[in-house]
Nanobody, 121 residues
């Protein structure tokens, strides 16, 4: 019922910035949070950042201080500002809607197509 479309990825040099966008369409009926995941080839998908309806955010340790997750008031879009990018940030990035309780995030939306982020040294 909810469709997610990620965009904003690309190829950048280390130290540069990218801003990922997630367009949310369709009926939005469940959840109290949104999150960004990433998955590199041969690696498990990992949760990068979450934001709750009350504005509380959580981040993967390796991106703290560099990435910022945000959303619009109506939850029609979720963003991930990525600064000081490193080659290890290279991955396909996916947004999600879900529920976060006790600092644990549970995605409930179907995955979009993702957007590729490639960071060169």
């Amino acid at each position: 019922q909810v469709q997610l479309a990620e965009s904003g990825g690309g190829l950048v040099q280390a130290g540069k910035s990218l801003r990922l966008s997630c367009r949310v369409s369709g009926s939005i009926s469940t959840g109290n949070a949104a999150g960004w995941y990433r998955q590199a080839p041969g690696k498990q998908r990992e949760l990068v950042a979450t934001i709750r309806a009350d504005g509380r955010t959580n981040y993967l340790d390796s991106v703290k201080g560099r990435f910022t997750i945000s959303r619009d008031i109506a939850w029609s879009a979720v963003y991930l500002q990525m600064n000081s990018l490193k080659p290890e940030d290279t991955a396909a990035y996916y947004c999600s809607l879900g529920t976060e309780t006790a600092d644990t995030y549970y995605p409930s939306s179907r995955w979009g197509q993702g957007t590729q982020v490639t960071v060169s040294p």
